[in-house]
């Protein structure tokens, strides 16, 4: 698929998810209410998710729900402004670092702990998720809609036996040398900075010191020097962009790199990537992150009881399943027994990698990584 055909198609998933008239939706009852569900966390995949399931929760719940992506400092700016409780957010979704900013500026949220009663699906979500998110403490005022997960992705019917580790990989590296892939560390996706991070961290990069420590560390400098020897086998040029990623293999330039596990599956299942790719997470750990449903505080009262309503439906069992399976994400429920079996012939077990995901932090490094990546990279 070219290019052109590709920003096609998201070009119609964004106007299908963004609520085009007509679209899909039935008609909202006069009498229900309206809320405001701002997203800040989903790209052009989980816009499309939400143009599918929002029509059905305003026919279950009775309500009018108005869906509008937009972006962290956009949101911030419009919270600031909902004063004495006549702004127009009701729900907000956000990404961890997003979450903390909001936080540390002063938006107040609510404390959705105290209203289990009106949120009862959240005796679902696992404790310390409602308390913490990422290092960013919440104590209640949000909680996980779902937690996204970087990893190998690789063409299963080239690849019949992937590489196992950093190590393995780079010792293998020959087997499908100008077939491996990366987005450039520099590009304004942070995927391949992502990827450099997590090999980097293979090779026992320590990022929760200080950076001015760790990049006085041996194992810094032999990462970087490792990294440059395994860059030799790149597939070049390096994508600009993940949809440049998604068509290099598409056209079976590349076979295999380290991405996100529910983009690339994504992708396969829209016809914009081979069927037969598969994922998978090294031991030493890859990017882990996640997105969060929180109510802001000022909000109206009767906007907040639309806002809580519309979380209990998004955290149920049927909603949530239906995004691990067809969107790979995982769930912000501990109800992965609920999940199809063929499932988790794609994608791996909540139960295999829980422990391997790694937040991102020190971001001093991710910014220096950023800037000096893609110099690393050799030119052959």
Same mark, same amino acid.
């Given at each position: 698929?070219?290019?052109?055909?590709?920003?096609?198609?998201?070009?119609?998933?964004?106007?299908? &998810?963004? =609520?085009?008239?007509?679209?899909?939706?039935?008609?909202?009852?006069?009498?229900?209410?309206?809320?405001?569900?701002?997203?800040? &966390?989903?790209?052009?995949?989980?816009?499309?998710?939400?143009?599918?399931?929002?029509?059905?929760?305003?026919?279950?719940?009775?309500?009018?729900?108005?869906?509008?992506?937009?972006?962290?400092?956009?949101?911030?700016?419009?919270?600031?402004?909902?004063?004495?409780?006549? =702004?127009?957010?009701?729900?907000?979704?956000?990404?961890?670092?997003?979450?903390?900013?909001?936080? %540390?500026?002063?938006?107040?949220?609510?404390?959705?702990?105290?209203?289990?009663?009106?949120?009862?699906?959240?005796?679902?979500?696992?404790?310390?998720?409602?308390?913490?998110?990422?290092?960013?403490?919440?104590?209640?005022?949000?909680?996980?809609?779902?937690?996204?997960?970087?990893?190998?992705?690789?063409?299963?019917?080239?690849?019949?036996?992937?590489?196992?580790?950093?190590?393995?990989?780079?010792?293998?590296?020959?087997?499908?040398?100008?077939?491996?892939?990366?987005?450039?560390?520099?590009?304004?996706?942070?995927?391949?900075?992502?990827?450099?991070?997590?090999?980097?961290?293979?090779?026992?990069?320590?990022?929760?010191?200080?950076?001015?420590?760790?990049?006085?560390?041996?194992?810094?400098? %032999? &990462?970087?020097?490792?990294?440059?020897?395994?860059?030799?086998?790149?597939?070049?040029?390096?994508?600009?962009?993940?949809? &440049?990623?998604?068509?290099?293999?598409?056209?079976?330039?590349?076979?295999?790199?380290?991405?996100?596990?529910?983009?690339?599956?994504?992708?396969?299942?829209?016809?914009?990537?081979?069927?037969?790719?598969?994922?998978?997470?090294?031991?030493?750990?890859?990017?882990?992150?996640?997105?969060?449903?929180?109510?802001?505080?000022?909000?109206?009262?009767?906007?907040?009881?639309?806002?809580?309503?519309?979380? %209990?439906?998004?955290?149920?069992?049927?909603?949530?399943?239906?995004?691990?399976?067809?969107?790979?994400?995982?769930?912000?429920?501990?109800?992965?027994?609920?999940?199809?079996?063929?499932?988790?012939?794609?994608?791996?077990?909540?139960?295999?990698?829980?422990?391997?995901?790694?937040?991102?932090?020190?971001?001093?490094?991710?910014?220096?990584?950023?800037? %000096?990546?893609?110099?690393?990279?050799?030119?052959?």
């Amino acid at each position: 698929m070219s290019r052109c055909s590709f920003g096609a198609l998201v070009a119609v998933i964004l106007i299908t &998810a963004c =609520g085009a008239p007509g679209v899909g939706a039935p008609a909202a009852p006069s009498t229900g209410g309206t809320v405001t569900f701002m997203d800040t &966390a989903g790209g052009a995949n989980i816009q499309a998710f939400f143009g599918q399931i929002l029509p059905q929760a305003e026919k279950d719940l009775g309500i009018k729900i108005q869906y509008v992506p937009g972006a962290g400092p956009d949101l911030l700016t419009r919270l600031k402004s909902q004063q004495n409780a006549h =702004g127009d957010v009701g729900l907000a979704l956000l990404k961890p670092d997003v979450l903390g900013n909001m936080l %540390n500026a002063g938006i107040p949220f609510d404390t959705l702990t105290d209203q289990k009663s009106a949120i009862p699906n959240l005796s679902l979500v696992e404790p310390r998720d409602l308390q913490e998110a990422f290092g960013v403490s919440t104590k209640g005022r949000a909680t996980p809609f779902w937690r996204d997960q970087f990893g190998l992705v690789y063409d299963s019917a080239k690849i019949s036996h992937p590489p196992t580790s950093w190590q393995d990989f780079v010792a293998r590296k020959n087997e499908w040398k100008g077939h491996i892939g990366m987005v450039r560390p520099d590009a304004k996706s942070g995927g391949g900075r992502l990827m450099l991070r997590d090999f980097m961290i293979g090779y026992g990069v320590d990022f929760s010191k200080p950076f001015s420590e760790v990049q006085a560390t041996p194992e810094w400098k %032999n &990462a970087l020097a490792k990294f440059t020897e395994f860059s030799s086998a790149f597939y070049q040029p390096l994508a600009s962009e993940p949809n &440049a990623l998604v068509q290099q293999f598409n056209q079976g330039d590349v076979w295999i790199t380290e991405y996100a596990i529910d983009f690339t599956l994504w992708s396969a299942d829209q016809g914009l990537m081979p069927q037969t790719v598969k994922a998978s997470v090294f031991p030493s750990g890859m990017y882990g992150g996640a997105a969060y449903l929180a109510v802001p505080a000022n909000a109206p009262a009767d906007k907040k009881a639309l806002a809580n309503r519309l979380i %209990n439906w998004l955290l149920s069992v049927k909603t949530q399943v239906r995004m691990q399976t067809q969107m790979y994400e995982y769930m912000g429920i501990n109800k992965f027994d609920a999940v199809p079996a063929k499932t988790w012939q794609k994608v791996p077990r909540w139960s295999e990698i829980q422990s391997k995901r790694i937040p991102l932090t020190n971001l001093e490094a991710y910014n220096w990584l950023a800037q %000096n990546g893609t110099a690393l990279v050799s030119k052959g």
